[in-house]
């Protein structure tokens, strides 16, 4: 398991058998405030490898509600959970074999990761890690 907090971006990889679960959480200085609670963002995927090439198996998107004290205590703890609202899935997609390089090159992660993350960029170390290590 390996955990990295960078300023901006929580992010945790567990490897379990022949595939590897990263979890990706955008906790930004500036987070987003509703009402009584800070929202953060949750990329989950699951990938493997398969003739030096990435596959991702799953992936799913999801808003994470801190209360204001675990909020705090997230920024120190990985292991905290956000409680104060159900958590909002935008999607999700199982058993799948998609290449995290598509046709003509394109990044699958990287451009699901513009999509969503405030910050996509503080990912891209990973992401060429990644590439690197398959």
């Known amino acids: 398991m390996n955990y990295t907090n960078n300023i ?5 990889v567990m490897r379990l058998g022949t595939r590897t679960r990263v979890y990706l959480e ?17 990329i989950h995927i699951e990938y493997y490898t398969n003739n030096s090439e990435i596959y991702i198996s799953h992936i ?5 509600f801190y209360s204001y004290d675990e909020f705090d205590i997230r920024q120190k703890d990985f292991s905290q959970k956000g409680s104060a609202r159900k958590r909002i899935k935008t999607f999700k997609i199982d ?17 699901i990761l513009e999509c969503y993350f405030v910050k996509p ?3 891209n170390g990973f992401i060429r890690e990644l590439m690197v290590k398959s």
Do not use: F, R, W
Request: aromatic share 4%; proline share 2%.
């Open 60 to 64: 799913d998107h999801e808003y994470i």
């Open 8 to 12: 901006n971006v929580l992010l945790l």
């Open 121 to 123: 960029y503080l990912l």
């Open 95 to 111: 058993d799948s074999g998609m290449p995290l390089i598509a046709g003509g090159n394109i990044l699958l992660l990287n451009t």
């Open 26 to 42: 955008e906790i930004i200085n500036d987070a987003k405030v509703l009402d009584d609670c800070v929202v953060t963002q949750l």
